[in-house]
Nanobody, 125 residues
Framework: QVQLVDSGGGLVQAGGSLKLSCAAS????????MGWFRQAPGKEREFVAA???????????DYADSVKGRFTISRDNAKNTVYLQMNSLKPEDTAVYYC???????????????WGQGTRVTVSS
């Protein structure tokens, strides 16, 4: 069982930055693929980014096209925490952001078994 707690959301102007954090419980954090998803009002929850450990301090990350070059996902296995650094934010990035944990690297929601409670990000124009 893994429990996830998201934090770091807030209100920011377009072009600004925010860093989201997701703290995980459990002893096997490093074995999980960690992902970030977001859900805008009236829309489906969509994939943002995911990261997995490939050995030592080497990680593999994947991103949705809409955030490539602007967002960076990272993880600290010693702290059981995953981060999402969001730069050059746009109004269309406004959503509730959720972290998720699973065993398979994929952009599908069904690949993730555990979810955080979500943290709201609002980008004003």
């Amino acid at each position: 069982q893994v429990q996830l707690v998201d934090s770091g959301g807030g209100l920011v102007q377009a072009g600004g930055s925010l860093k989201l954090s997701c703290a995980a419980s459990g002893r096997t954090f490093s074995s999980y693929v960690m992902g970030w998803f977001r859900q805008a009002p009236g829309k489906e929850r969509e994939f943002v980014a995911a990261i997995r450990s490939v050995g030592g301090n080497t990680y593999y990350a994947d991103y949705a096209d809409s955030v490539k070059g602007r967002f960076t996902i990272s993880r600290d296995n010693a702290k059981n925490t995953v981060y999402l650094q969001m730069n050059s934010l746009k109004p269309e990035d406004t959503a509730v952001y959720y972290c998720a944990a699973g065993l398979r690297m994929h952009s599908s929601r069904s690949s993730y078994d555990y979810w955080g409670q979500g943290t709201r990000v609002t980008v004003s124009s």
